[in-house]
């Protein structure tokens, strides 16, 4: 893969590839949900992430990732000004104000899906790296975060680079960084640690090979919902496990820049069993392709 793509593309190119993405997921796109996004948070400077999960509950919809302008200071004044998130006085609607007041942020990323509409933002500091004890001091964040203090720390989660905020399902993941990657014995403890079964030793394997892991966390109790651990696509050991129109999409979605396509893998392990989620970058953000290029070589 080469470098970032510079300079703006505007609304019909972006609609047009997210058609011929969907397309391979045989989804037709929603123009009347699809289409306010994409015009409030136009112009296109960044990055852009098609992504799709995978297994029965968790797959129908097409997912994209798209970098906020920087002339757009508050997405989620600017999501709620254009009717996409509907006020709220519960926490989620004052965190994304809080983490600005408490950390550095490089840039925002927003997240939607072509039939389900607006339900993420992304806060990333990747410059500004959290401890679980700093981020755990905001009154808004879910108590969840520090509860599990002693969960994080036994397995050398502390350095957090990201916050998404789903206004939709009203959970926050928080996002660790891990540049060379995890222990097998690490994540197999992780898992066991939140009481889940077994893992498959071929899917710790891959695991263990993270950039990024995630943990999902909600307001209404202390528990860990969810971890995720996100890679370079691993095929090999995507395919056998995901239908056959998943391994359609990852390997064939449009993208902008010289070279091999660039995806990844996310496998999930909640209580109710594992998934994949998978995505590819149709162009990258200074920033993704600074913090990607670090990681990968």
């Known amino acids: 893969m080469s470098g970032p793509v510079n300079g703006e593309v505007d609304v019909e190119t972006v609609y047009s590839a997210i058609e011929e993405a969907a397309g391979l997921l045989d989804l037709r796109c929603s123009p009347d949900t699809v289409r306010p996004i994409l015009n409030a948070f136009e112009p296109f400077e960044g990055g852009i992430i098609f992504s799709a999960s995978a297994g029965e509950g968790h797959a129908g919809d097409l997912d994209l990732t798209i970098q906020v302008p920087r002339a757009i200071d508050d997405p989620y004044a600017h999501a709620l000004a254009h009717g996409l998130v509907p006020p709220t006085d519960h926490p989620v609607g004052a965190l994304l104000s ?83 990657g995890l222990e097998a014995a690490t994540v197999s403890s992780i898992l066991r640690d939140l009481g889940l ?25 202390g528990r860990i919902e969810r971890i995720s651990f996100a890679r370079s696509l691993d095929l090999a050991v995507v395919r056998p496990r995901v239908e056959p129109e998943i391994v359609r ?44 290029r670090k990681i990968l070589n």
Request: net charge negative; glycine share 8%; aromatic share 16%.
């Open 197 to 221: 079964p077994e893992p498959d030793e071929e899917l710790v394997e891959s695991a263990r090979k993270t950039f990024r892991a995630y943990v999902t966390l909600g307001w209404d109790s």
């Open 98 to 180: 809080d983490l600005r007041k408490h950390c550095s942020v490089d840039e925002f990323l927003i997240d939607f899906a072509v039939l389900g509409g607006f339900h993420k933002i992304y806060v990333h500091f990747p410059r500004d790296v959290q401890g679980v004890s700093q981020l755990a001091a905001i009154s808004s964040m879910p108590r969840a975060l520090g509860e599990n203090a002693d969960f994080f720390a036994r397995h050398g989660l502390d350095d957090v680079a990201m916050i998404s905020i789903d206004y939709t399902n009203r959970t926050v993941n928080a996002y660790f960084t891990f540049p060379a």
């Open 249 to 292: 999409f990852v390997t064939g979605t449009p993208y902008t820049y010289e070279g091999d396509r660039f995806s990844i893998s996310i496998v999930k392990w909640s209580p109710d069993g594992e998934w994949f989620n998978v995505g590819s970058y149709y162009r990258f953000g200074p920033l993704q392709w600074d913090v990607l």
